[in-house]
């Protein structure tokens, strides 16, 4: 298949490549910075390093793989190497590596001489299909997910779906619970979409895997450049997040990959939705809970208590949603489906009525 560009129509424009190979790319795409760095985990660097064709000088700093490395320690350590490498304000910052090293090197760029260029290198299907799109760059913090960041969008994408070939099947599975989430804002023809071809997205089928992962940029791309400090629409992309968020955060951040929690997440929000009376589409939880079923994602918050040996009371879990970014002087707000496509922005409800919904799943 060839590649497949997406243009994000924002000021700078910038593009978003996907397909086979492109890591090989990175060299000449990058060659007219005055410097390139590197910032990638101990896992990804040594599979895909070699495949950019950068120079061998090329300084690089790796992170310890995982979400723990999400924090603030690291993004200052990430800062002191980009300054020990002599970066100036005309280098670019290459992010290689999945959502953990795309946000925390985003945010590192945004920060270092108040922004640098970076290229975003995903090699995981969450950051293909979502998080290296879009310009959302954070780090942890105790109190919170992605408490500490800010809206600074990259020069180019390069999203080389080869590299999913050696994605474990827990990560892979991660994607999938995001790109379910896309179906479910982009409307049907996703959706049925990935109900026709469960058995070519379990072989990763690779022409698949472009052609999904290019729908779900289309997606993303066109509601960013609608929106892309989330003043309004933008909130869409973050059904089952607010339910995600706090599992993640109660778990403990790292124990429950984000796109697993966000899948269950999605479950729940259409839970609360009928729950509610919002959601008009009587088989849409049956179908939702399908797919996540044959992808190997929880449906249920007791299933994912099995699965992860995490305890997640509804009164944590409750307590958590209070902090999340998208709370409004405490109170939770949720994104909840009416239909596929069609989406019921800022629902906020009292404590007592969600621990009810978290306590029957
Ligand atoms: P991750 O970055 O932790 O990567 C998961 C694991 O996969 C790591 O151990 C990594 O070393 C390994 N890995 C990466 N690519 C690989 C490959 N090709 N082959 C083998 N192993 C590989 O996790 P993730 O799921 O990519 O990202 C999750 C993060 O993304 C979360 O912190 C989440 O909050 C964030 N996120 C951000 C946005 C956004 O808009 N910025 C959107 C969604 C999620
Ligand atoms: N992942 C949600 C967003 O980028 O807005």
Redesign the pocket.
């Known amino acids: 298949m060839p590649t497949i560009c997406i243009a994000v129509p924002l000021e700078p424009r910038y593009e978003v490549l996907v397909g086979r190979g492109l890591l090989a790319e990175t060299a000449s795409r990058s060659a007219h910075y005055s410097a390139r760095a590197l910032l990638s985990?101990t896992?990804?660097a040594p599979?895909?390093a070699g495949a950019l064709g950068l120079p061998e000088a090329t300084r690089a700093h790796l992170l310890t793989?995982?979400?723990s490395s999400?924090n603030l320690d690291e993004l200052e350590r990430t800062l002191e190497f980009m300054a020990r490498t002599g970066l100036d304000r005309s280098a670019c910052l290459l992010l290689l590596?999945?959502?953990?090293?795309?946000?925390l090197g985003?945010l590192a760029a945004a920060l270092y001489m108040r922004g640098i260029d970076f290229v975003q290198l995903?090699?995981?299907l969450?950051?293909q299909v979502?998080?290296s799109?879009?310009g959302?760059?954070?780090v942890?913090l105790a109190a919170g997910?992605?408490l500490a960041g800010v809206f600074r969008q990259p020069a180019l994408v390069l999203a080389d779906t080869g590299?999913?070939a050696?994605?474990?099947a827990e990560?892979y599975r991660?994607?999938l619970g995001?790109v379910l989430k896309t179906a479910l804002v982009a409307g049907e023809a996703l959706l049925a979409r990935l109900e026709s071809a469960r058995a070519e997205l379990a072989a990763r089928d690779p022409d698949l895997l472009a052609e999904v992962v290019a729908e779900c940029v289309r997606t993303k791309a066109a509601i960013v450049a609608r929106d892309p400090t989330e003043k309004g629409e933008r909130a869409k992309?973050n059904l089952g997040h607010t339910f995600a968020h706090a599992i993640e955060r109660v778990a403990g951040y790292g124990a429950i990959?984000?796109?697993v929690a966000v899948g269950t997440g999605l479950a729940l929000a259409l839970r609360l939705s009928e729950r509610l009376q919002i959601v008009r589409e009587p088989a849409l939880r049956a179908r939702v809970e399908a797919l996540l079923a044959a992808f190997g994602i929880p449906t249920t918050l007791a299933a994912l208590r099995t699965r992860y040996h995490a305890q997640l009371e509804p009164s944590e879990l409750v307590r958590s949603m209070r902090l999340d970014k998208k709370s409004v002087a405490g109170r939770p707000r949720f994104v909840l489906p009416r239909a596929v496509g069609e989406l019921a922005l800022g629902i906020e409800l009292e404590d007592s009525a969600l621990e009810t919904v978290l306590e029957a799943a």
């Open positions: 985990d896992h990804v599979l895909y793989p995982g979400e999400k590596g999945g959502g953990v090293v795309g946000d985003g995903p090699t995981t969450l950051a979502d998080s799109v879009g959302k760059t954070a942890n997910k992605n590299t999913l050696t994605l474990d990560e991660s994607g995001e992309l990959p984000h796109g």
